[in-house]
């Protein structure tokens, strides 16, 4: 996992720099970069997913032209060039397939009465606020794009739930709001919590890290690594490739069993999604 803190003084460069080295060793082909103060994007010979972080301007592809604001994403197909008539803070994704012509280029999850709230995922609350704008199967949501998925979704309570190396998917979080006491739990020790039995005790308190989340910051989340959002994070969650039926694979059975074998009166807990603890859970 890695962090760029784009929203603080200066941007985080350095961080910036080790995380798209990072993703772009993982996913060949694809390319990730930062504009804090864009007013335009030149064409390419790939296709772009452009979000807006920051910022208000009115966009302009060839002769279609929206209003983008924060939580906007733009479509960019081969050769398109996007104008602006302000400066807009934008994170831009470079992917190897193109676009299907359906796909607006133009996605607003405020304002578009197409992407309306679809509880799921890391928001399972039937008055969760969850709008997914690309998906990998239609019945997610209205527009298909399998190279890169995207949804806007406020985290308060997600479940602990890690990707696989085979056949699963790197994630990012563009974290655009945190209430008090936002945070998420990380593991690198994915195989050692999926065998909770045989775990040293001492051990056990070590497995999960817990990190504070601000406004502007950009998490990585490679494949095969544990990621839980709690307390009230609202972020653009983009997955590459798409999200895969079936590779969304649940921990809290597992954290559950480890936290019950600590001793009663340990200050030291193991952080768990209780609703998600039963038994196993596979989305």
Request: a negative charge.
């Amino acid at each position: 996992m890695r962090i760029a803190h784009l929203g603080r003084a200066g941007g985080d460069p350095d961080g910036f720099a080790a995380l798209r080295d990072a993703f772009v060793t993982r996913n060949p082909g694809h390319d990730l970069a930062w504009l804090p103060r864009a007013t335009a994007l030149a064409p390419l010979p790939e296709a772009r997913v452009v979000f807006v972080h920051g910022g208000e301007a009115e966009g302009s592809v060839g002769e279609q032209r929206s209003r983008l604001g924060v939580g906007d994403v733009v479509v960019l197909a081969p050769g398109q060039a996007l104008e602006l008539d302000g400066p807009l803070s934008l994170l831009v994704f470079s992917v190897p397939e193109s676009v299907d012509p359906s796909v607006p280029t133009f996605l607003r999850p405020d304002h578009d009465p197409a992407l309306t709230d679809t509880p799921g995922g890391c928001a399972t609350d039937a008055d969760a606020y969850r709008r997914v704008v690309l998906t990998w199967l239609d019945e997610n949501g209205p527009f298909r794009f399998r190279a890169l998925n995207c949804h806007r979704v406020r985290m308060t309570d997600s479940f602990s739930h890690y990707h696989p190396e085979d056949g699963g998917f790197d994630e990012m979080y563009l974290v655009q709001g945190v209430e008090p006491g936002g945070r998420l739990y990380t593991s690198a020790a994915v195989a050692e919590i999926e065998r909770p039995a045989d775990v040293a005790l001492d051990r056990i308190p070590e497995l999960v890290d817990e990190t504070p989340i601000e406004v502007g910051d950009l998490v990585w989340v490679g494949r095969g690594h544990m990621h839980r959002a709690v307390g009230g994070v609202l972020a653009h969650v983009i997955t590459v490739p798409g999200f895969v039926p079936g590779s969304e694979i649940g921990l809290d059975h597992h954290l559950r069993a480890l936290d019950e074998r600590l001793p009663g009166g340990s200050a030291a807990r193991v952080p768990f999604h209780a609703a998600a603890s039963d038994g196993p859970v596979i989305k």
